[in-house]
Structure formats: C-alpha cells, structure tokens
C-alpha cells in the first residue's frame, strides 16, 4: 500500500502521512511502500484521537445529581428550553474535532503573535505612530524646500534668456529636493 492508499483509508490529506512519517509513526517498507500493520499499530498508540466515534458524551443540564431537560434549579432554565436531550449529545469525533480546531485556533494566535514581536524586535515591523511622525517631518522639510526654490531661483532664472536653460536650472533644483526627500527613506535615486 502507498502513503496515498494510506492516507485515504484513515480519511487524511498525503501531507498528514507524510507528518506521521517524520514522527516515526508510519513505517515504510524497504520498496518504499506502508507497513499497514505496524503503522496502524503507531497510530492507535500515539495519535491523539484516541476517543472511539461512536462514544458520545451528554450535555445534559444538572438538577443536583440527576440530569433533566429543564435545568439546574427549582425553576429551571426557562430562557434555554431542550426539546430533547438529542440536541445537547455531540458524538465524541465531533467533540474531539471542534477541540482540535479551537486548539488550532490558539496555536495560530500564539504564532501570529510571536511573529508580530520578533518582527518588532528586528525592526522589519514599525509602529505606525512613529512612522506617521518620520512622515510628517519629512514631509514639513519637502514642504519648505520646494516653497524656497522661488527666492532662491528668482534672481538667476531672471538673467537667463533661453526657456531651455531656464527649464534645466529648474529640473536641476527640484530633482536636489526630490533626492533629499529620498534620501530620508533610504531610497536609490
């Protein structure tokens, strides 16, 4: 039997038997093919789900130690009523996979927010506090820059005859502010 004839027969994607391979708990032959036995014997050892499928677990509502359908008190819980106990039995599979997906649900978290602290440690993440204020002050030095080309320009664009060579000065300026804009950023020009 291949790892895909396995992994069909327990109902599981080919990446699960490959991580139940790396676990030493599917064991391959020397032609490369799936000890079912020997496998099957691993997984009921060390695979978690060891809850049979048809074991079902009650939630049924407590009247000190006698389970009822209408609660925990003289009068009951009103605002929850059972039109049969059916509703408040989950089989033990369906218990063991919602565990199972908030248990993901947790580890995901965990890891995302492990992921968030060592991307600020190492600096590729940024609180958005302190780049709105390198933005601002970037922006205010721009800002005045470009709002000082025209005194500054003013008396050499005014002896210059030729629209080429005024065009030119005038490229020439901006692009000095425009690469010093970059140059706060860290930017190639």
Do not use: C, M, P
């Given at each position: 039997m291949n790892q895909a004839q396995?992994?069909?027969?327990?109902?599981?994607?080919?990446?699960?038997?490959?991580?139940?391979?790396?676990?030493?708990?599917?064991?391959?032959?020397?032609?490369?093919?799936?000890?079912?036995?020997?496998?099957?014997?691993?997984?009921?050892?060390?695979?978690?789900?060891?809850?049979?499928?048809?074991?079902?677990?009650?939630?049924g509502v407590t009247q000190g130690n006698e389970v009822t359908e209408t609660g925990n008190c003289g009068e009951g819980n009103a605002g929850l009523p059972m039109s049969n106990s059916a509703e408040a039995v989950l089989s033990a599979k369906e218990l063991s996979r919602r565990l199972t997906?908030?248990?993901?649900?947790?580890?995901?978290?965990k890891a995302r927010e492990a992921k968030l602290n060592a991307d600020l440690r190492e600096g590729t993440l940024l609180e958005a506090e302190k780049v709105y204020q390198h933005d601002a002050a970037v922006a205010a030095q721009l800002q005045r820059k470009l709002l000082s080309l025209p005194s500054e320009l003013a008396v050499r664009l005014a002896a210059i005859n030729s629209p080429a060579e005024i065009e030119s000065t005038l490229r020439e300026e901006i692009t000095y502010c425009l690469n010093e804009f970059l140059d706060s950023y860290e930017i190639e020009n």
């Open positions: 396995f992994a069909r027969l327990h109902d599981v994607s080919k990446k699960t038997v490959t991580s139940w391979k790396n676990k030493g708990w599917v064991v391959l032959n020397a032609d490369g093919t799936v000890d079912e036995e020997q496998s099957n014997k691993n997984l009921e050892l060390y695979r978690k789900e060891k809850i049979k499928s048809d074991d079902e677990i009650d939630f997906f908030e248990k993901l649900q947790v580890e995901r978290e």
